[in-house]
């Protein structure tokens, strides 16, 4: 269990193989990673929805494994705003390639993990934690809808992520108070996307009880995401205030 005293920044990292070379050794996403670390990331998400030849996903995830401790290993499909196709068979089979690297996290769609049978005993014989996802591109459901997918996601795991979008800071707002509803054994990571959602992910960690929060480290790969110059200037303000 992440400590809840000790707030972290993690940084999603695109991982982009470069087919031009024979032996592609990940040197930009490794330099990445590399200049994440320098720059105060605790964690790394690695999106390996961006790959290109996943017939090497093996020598890739032996390349990523000195910072497999510290990592969230992402699979993203089409249809949950990622670039992996929507072929369940072929996700659950290189999900399990990513389990078995044994990473901090696995990030796992709920809509995935609660239709697959497969998926579910995979999860169940392996000792990896996995962080279950759930996004709305559309909006933010009401408090009460929250609460109620909360605790349908838990039966899979601990470590939930909830993600809507904003319209309004109000949005904003539904998704900050879902902290103070659930029970204290969940470890909640929520945050609304969008120009409206920003307060969301940098309040995540201060007025909510997200162990961590998603940052970029330039161009930001979801709507409304941070760099993490950005956040930690944030964060650094809040220390400031509260001494």
Known sequence: MLPRNRKKICISIPIVDDLAKENN??????????????????????????????TRIEHYLELLSKYKDQSVYTLRPENEGGKFSNDHAQRISFLQKLIDAKPLFVDIEYELVSNSDELADIIDNSNTRILVSWHDFAGTPSQDELITLVNKMR?????????????????SINILSLYQSVDTHVNLVAFAMGDAGVISRVLSTVTGDAPFTYASLEK????????????????????????
């Open 25 to 54: 050794e990940l040197e930009s996403p490794l330099r990445d990673i590399e200049k994440a670390i320098q720059k105060g990331a605790e964690m790394i998400e690695c999106r390996f929805d961006f790959i290109n030849d996943f």
């Open 155 to 171: 039966v899979y795991s601990p470590y939930l992520k909830i993600v809507t979008t904003a319209k309004s800071v109000d949005d």
């Open 220 to 243: 930001a790969i979801a709507p409304g995401q941070l760099t993490i110059e950005q956040m930690k200037t944030f964060e650094k303000l809040f220390e400031v205030k509260l001494i």
